[in-house]
């Protein structure tokens, strides 16, 4: 299952950044190149997991987004 993040006017680029290295564990870099693509594309693939681990990382990382007030969309979807 893959992991979206969604962009929104309001989530700054340096938390997306932060929510992809402490919860799906990218590097700074390769997390950078996530938010990038999903700040000019809308939306960005955080990762590819099993169903219960891709489910797990988005609820934490949703966690995060409210915990710190951002409005940050995570939505799970088959990979095809």
């Known amino acids: 299952w893959r992991v979206l993040l969604h962009n929104d006017a309001y989530t700054t680029q340096d ?3 932060w929510v992809l290295e402490t919860v799906f ?3 700074h870099e390769e997390a950078f ?3 990038l ?3 000019k594309s ?3 693939i955080a990762g590819v997991f099993t169903r219960d681990v891709a489910d797990t990382k988005a609820h934490s990382a949703q966690q995060l987004a409210e915990q710190h007030e951002f409005p ?3 939505t799970t979807e ?3």
């Open 37 to 39: 693509s999903v700040h």
């Open 72 to 74: 940050l969309r995570i």
């Open 15 to 17: 938390f997306v950044v």
């Open 25 to 27: 564990g990218k590097v």
């Open 78 to 80: 088959p990979e095809a």
């Open 33 to 35: 190149a996530i938010m």
């Open 42 to 44: 809308g939306t960005g």
